[in-house]
């Protein structure tokens, strides 16, 4: 919404701008020259730079859909990570408790024989 407030005021003055300069002119490049109205011009010229500012847009998104979708990768691998790691830890949990019996609270102040993290 933002950018059409912006570019509202533009597109209006380019058409105001083409309707008020119909008579043609001797319009000249190195190379090259032809008969055009200003305002026809002016409105190709914003047409191209439209267009130029669309596809600098359009590869900057691509730039930021890969980044995207390697970021997603590596969210599933860390999260297949994760549940490999906590089968692991469940894992070693069931083996402790097979060998003491049960695994005591951490109000006894006894240890389980695991990291700090597998609490």
């Not at 130029?52 to 691509?62: I, N, P, Q, R, T």
Request: charged content about 10%.
């Amino acid at each position: 919404m933002l950018r059409l407030i912006i570019a509202l005021p533009f597109l209006i003055l380019l058409v105001v701008f083409v309707l008020f300069n119909e008579t043609p002119q001797a319009m000249v490049l190195p190379g090259y020259s032809w008969q055009s109205s200003p305002g026809v011009v002016a409105l190709i010229a914003a047409v191209l730079f439209f267009l130029v500012g669309a596809l600098v847009v359009w590869f900057s998104e691509l730039q930021q859909r890969r980044r995207a979708r390697r970021a997603e990768q590596q969210v599933r691998a860390l999260e297949i990570q994760v549940t490999e790691l906590r089968a692991q830890l469940a894992q070693s949990v069931a083996q402790h408790v097979t060998h003491q019996g049960s695994i005591p609270s951490l109000a006894t102040g006894t240890s389980t024989g695991l990291p700090p993290a597998a609490y």
